[in-house]
C-alpha cells in the first residue's frame, strides 16, 4: 500500500518567492497533520484537518502560511512570501479518526525547504 | 502547547551496552507513543501505551509508561548499530499529538 506521499522532497527558493507543499494522505485515513521540523525547536504542529476540515491552526506561524484541503486526497500548505527562517523540512502525517487517541501517525518522507 | 522533553538530548554509546531515554512533562496524556525517525525519513511509531503504570517490550526495547501519565522511559538493552536514529515521543490530547524534544542515539559499532 502507498503511504503518504509529499512533494516536492527538496525545494530551494530565493527569498520573497511563494512555496507550494503537497500531501497526499494515505486512502482511508480522514485526519491529516502539517509538522515542521528544525534543529532548535524540533517537531511542531503546524495545523490539522478532520474531515477535510481545519480544526487547529494555532500553530501556523504567521499569515504568510496557509493550508487547504479541497478533497479527503489532497493537501496544500502554502508560504507566501518566503523568508530564510522558514527553511526546515515539512512533513505531512495521516492517522484515521478514532474516538480514543491511540491511533498511529504515519509519515511522509518530508519536504526539505531551503529559503536563501 | 503540552510541553515533553526528552533527556538526554544527544546521546553516543557503544554496541552491547545499555541505555535509557526519558520523556516529561507536566501534563497528563490519554497516551504516549513512541517514534524512531531515521535520517531522510519520516517518524514510524514504536510502541503506544495508554495505561499508568503499562510496561511494553518490543524485542530489546522496554517502554513505560509512568503511573500518573506524564511520564515515559524507553530502556533499549545490549543496543546495536541499527538502533541509531532520532527517538521522539508524543503525548496525545484532544486529536492531537504533541511531540518530545527528540534524543539523538548513536551506537558505535
Known amino acids: 500500500d502507498a503511504g503518504v506521499i509529499q512533494s516536492p522532497r527538496h525545494e530551494v527558493t530565493e527569498m520573497g518567492q511563494e512555496v507550494t507543499l503537497r500531501c497526499k494522505p494515505i486512502?482511508?485515513?480522514?485526519?491529516l497533520f502539517w509538522y515542521r521540523q528544525t534543529m532548535m525547536r524540533g517537531l511542531e504542529l503546524l495545523i490539522y484537518?478532520?474531515?477535510?476540515?481545519?480544526?487547529?491552526d494555532s500553530g501556523m506561524p504567521e499569515d504568510r502560511f496557509s493550508a487547504k484541503m479541497p478533497n479527503a486526497s489532497f493537501s496544500t500548505l502554502k508560504i507566501q512570501p518566503s523568508e530564510p527562517r522558514d527553511s526546515a523540512v515539512y512533513f505531512c502525517?495521516?492517522?484515521?479518526?478514532?474516538?480514543?487517541?491511540?491511533?498511529?501517525?504515519?509519515f511522509g518522507e518530508g519536504s526539505r525547504l531551503t529559503v536563501l | 502547547t503540552q510541553l515533553l522533553e526528552q533527556s538526554p538530548q544527544f546521546l553516543s554509546i557503544q554496541e552491547g551496552e545499555n541505555l535509557t531515554v526519558y520523556c516529561n512533562s507536566s501534563?497528563?496524556?490519554?497516551?504516549l507513543q513512541w517514534y524512531r525517525q531515521e535520517p531522510g525519513e519520516g517518524p514510524v511509531l514504536l510502541v503506544t501505551?495508554?495505561?499508568?503504570?503499562e510496561v511494553k517490550k518490543l524485542k530489546r526495547l522496554t517502554f513505560q509508561f509512568g503511573d500518573a501519565r506524564k511520564d515515559s522511559s524507553l530502556h533499549i538493552t545490549a543496543a546495536q548499530p541499527g538502533d541509531t536514529g532520532l527517538y521522539l515521543c508524543?503525548?496525545?490530547?484532544?486529536?492531537?499529538?504533541?511531540f518530545g524534544t527528540g534524543t539523538s542515539l548513536t551506537v558505535i559499532p
Open positions: 501534563s497528563v496524556f490519554s497516551s
Open positions: 508524543a503525548g496525545a490530547g484532544g486529536n492531537q499529538f504533541y
Open positions: 486512502s482511508g485515513h480522514n485526519s
Open positions: 501505551v495508554v495505561t499508568g503504570g
Open positions: 484537518f478532520n474531515n477535510n476540515v481545519p480544526i487547529d
Open positions: 502525517a495521516s492517522r484515521r479518526l478514532a474516538t480514543t487517541n491511540t491511533g498511529e501517525l504515519f
